[in-house]
């Protein structure tokens, strides 16, 4: 058994291998980009891997993904920041639906 670190964003992940067969291998979400949401209680939303945002008020707020639309509804919603990568939303957060 041999091992090969990988080094993702400044994160390192350790493959372990035996007999040429990987024990532990990298999330799904950060292989192919997936779209990942986090909330934190019902004030902040981050997401990353987004595409764009496709509309924008005070009590609604959808966010285009690989996967889906969000639909994230509430009050005082604002758009806290926004990168290439992620985005935060800050407000009252009532919903959040995954639109397919």
């Known amino acids: 058994m041999h091992n090969k670190n990988v080094e993702l964003n400044n994160v390192v992940f350790i493959k372990l ?3 040429g067969v990987g ?3 990298l999330p799904n979400d950060l292989k192919i980009n997936l779209p990942k949401v986090i ?9 990353e ?6 509309e924008y008020s005070k009590q609604m707020i959808k966010v ?6 969000l639909k994230i509804e ?6 806290k920041y926004i990168t290439e990568d992620d985005l935060c939303i800050e407000g009252k957060i009532y919903s959040v639906e995954y639109w397919v």
Do not use: P
């Open 64 to 69: 285009s993904t690989k996967l889906n639309v």
């Open 49 to 54: 891997n987004y595409i764009s945002v496709l």
């Open 17 to 19: 291998y035996k007999g």
């Open 74 to 79: 509430g009050e005082d919603l604002i758009i």
């Open 39 to 47: 909330t934190v209680g019902n004030k902040f939303i981050n997401i």
């Open 23 to 25: 024990m532990f291998d």
